[in-house]
C-alpha cells in the first residue's frame, strides 16, 4: 500500500464518513480505513453492527478504492435494542442506511445482510482481512459475535471492536479476556474508544508480543469494575480511574509506524 496516496485516499473517505451519521470520531474512522487497506491478510472485510452506515462508508470506500471486494455489513436493523441508539417512533434504520451508501456513492461495494450476526454465521466459510465488531455490546453478544467468526480470521487479520474504552463493559471485558489473554494475537492496541489486535495463530514471533498485550490487559482489566458502574467514579475511585486509563496509548497512529508494526516477516 502506497501510504502518500493512502492520506489522500483517507482524507476523501472521512469526508464522506463525515457527512453519515453515527457514533464513529475522525480519528477512530481514519484508523478503521487504515486497518481496512493495510491488514497483510486475504479475505473480506466484515462489518458486525452498521446502524445508519457511518462505519460502513469508510470502510466500503477504501475496499473499492483498493480493490477489496464488497464489505459484508451485518445488523438486522431493528429497534429498539438494548444497547442501540434510540431511533424515535421509527422501528428500522435500514432505509437510512441505504441512502447514506447510496449518497456516500459505496453502495455498490456494500454486501448488507440484513439478519443478526449469528444468522449470517451459520452459512460463513469465507476467510476476513478485519473484523469489525459494533452490533450488540452486551458482554454475551461480544464474546458469540467475537467466537463466531474468529474461526475464519485469516493469518495476519485484524480485529477491531469499538467502545472497548469509556462506554460498555461488554466490549471491553471481551477484548481483555478473549484477545489480549491469548496467543492466537500478536499486535494489540487501543485508539481512543477502539480495542484492536492481529491474528497470528501460527507465527512464532506473536508469543513475543505476549508482554505487551499483558500490560495493555492490566490497565483494561482495572476499568472494567468503572465501566460496569457507568464511567462514575468519585474520591478514591476517580484516582484509581485516571491513573489506569492514563497508561493506555492516547496518541495519534501514524500510518507508517503502524503498518510496519502488523507486517508479517
Known amino acids: 500500500m502506497n501510504l502518500a496516496g493512502f492520506r489522500a485516499v483517507c482524507d476523501d473517505g472521512w469526508r464522506r464518513v463525515n457527512d453519515t451519521p453515527g457514533f464513529l470520531s475522525e480519528r477512530e474512522a481514519r484508523f478503521l480505513m487504515l486497518a481496512a487497506a493495510a491488514a497483510p491478510a486475504d479475505g473480506a472485510i466484515v462489518e458486525i453492527g452498521s446502524f445508519k452506515g457511518r462505519s460502513t462508508v469508510g470502510l466500503a470506500y477504501v475496499a473499492q478504492r483498493y480493490g477489496l471486494g464488497n464489505v459484508v455489513a451485518i ?8 444497547t442501540d441508539p434510540d431511533l424515535g417512533s421509527r422501528r428500522s434504520s435500514y432505509d437510512e442506511f441505504q441512502e447514506n451508501l447510496r449518497r456516500a ?12 450476526s449469528q444468522e449470517v454465521a451459520r452459512d460463513w466459510s469465507r476467510p476476513i482481512r478485519l473484523l469489525w465488531i459494533d452490533g450488540d455490546h452486551l458482554y454475551e453478544a461480544v464474546k458469540r ?3 463466531l467468526f474468529r474461526p475464519y480470521l485469516a493469518p495476519g487479520a485484524i480485529v477491531a471492536m469499538h467502545d472497548v474504552v469509556g462506554t460498555w463493559p461488554g466490549p471491553l471485558r471481551t477484548f481483555v479476556e478473549d484477545v489480549l489473554g491469548s496467543d492466537d494475537f500478536g499486535p494489540a492496541g487501543c485508539f481512543k474508544s477502539i480495542g484492536w489486535a492481529q491474528y497470528r495463530p501460527t507465527n512464532r514471533r506473536a508469543r513475543g508480543f505476549r508482554w505487551r498485550r499483558w500490560r495493555l490487559a492490566v490497565a483494561l482489566r482495572h476499568l472494567i469494575p468503572v465501566a460496569e458502574a457507568g464511567w462514575v467514579t468519585t474520591g478514591l475511585d476517580r484516582w484509581r480511574h485516571r491513573f489506569w486509563w492514563r497508561l493506555l496509548p492516547h496518541g495519534a497512529v501514524d500510518p507508517a509506524r503502524w503498518t510496519a508494526q502488523v507486517a508479517i516477516k
Open 75 to 82: 445488523d438486522p436493523h431493528t429497534s429498539p435494542s438494548t
Open 105 to 116: 456513492g459505496v453502495a455498490e461495494a456494500v454486501d448488507c445482510r440484513r439478519a443478526f
Open 145 to 147: 459475535d467475537l467466537a
